[in-house]
């Protein structure tokens, strides 16, 4: 049985934290590519915050410096923790795992269900 759970959104007033969490289930997420994405209404959908197969964390200019993606492996679960969140972070965030074979085709993409991020007063 596969899953891939996400949960932590909510509503939030500028300048508070929030930490998103995607919990794989059978899958091991150690092995996996991993990112956050986001997507307000109107807008295309952004990058976050990924880690490469490598081991190389990268983000979007927007959230330099105020989110952190990290991954637990003994909890098989990937978080996103959100500081000092301004109105413009107000998305739906998802999350992702793919897998890659050595020529870079896909073997597998597992997405979770999304959940909504608001920052307002």
């Known amino acids: 049985q596969l899953q891939f759970v996400e949960s932590g959104g909510g509503l939030v007033q500028p300048g508070g934290s929030l930490r998103l969490s995607c919990a794989a289930s059978?899958?091991?997420?150690?092995?996996?590519?991993i990112g956050w994405f986001r997507q307000a209404p109107g807008k295309e959908r952004e990058g976050v915050a990924t880690?490469?197969?490598?081991?190389?964390?990268n983000y979007g200019d927007s959230v330099k410096g105020r989110f952190t993606i990290s991954r637990d492996n003994a909890k098989n679960t990937m978080y996103l923790q959100m500081t000092s969140l301004k109105p413009e972070d107000t998305a739906v965030y998802y999350c992702?795992?793919?897998?890659?074979?050595?020529?870079?085709?896909?073997?597998?993409?597992?997405w979770g269900q999304g959940t909504q991020v608001t920052v307002s007063s």
């Open positions: 992702n795992a793919n897998f890659r074979n050595r020529w870079g085709r896909i073997l597998y993409d597992y």
């Open positions: 059978g899958f091991t997420l150690e092995y996996y590519a």
């Open positions: 880690i490469t197969s490598g081991g190389s964390t």
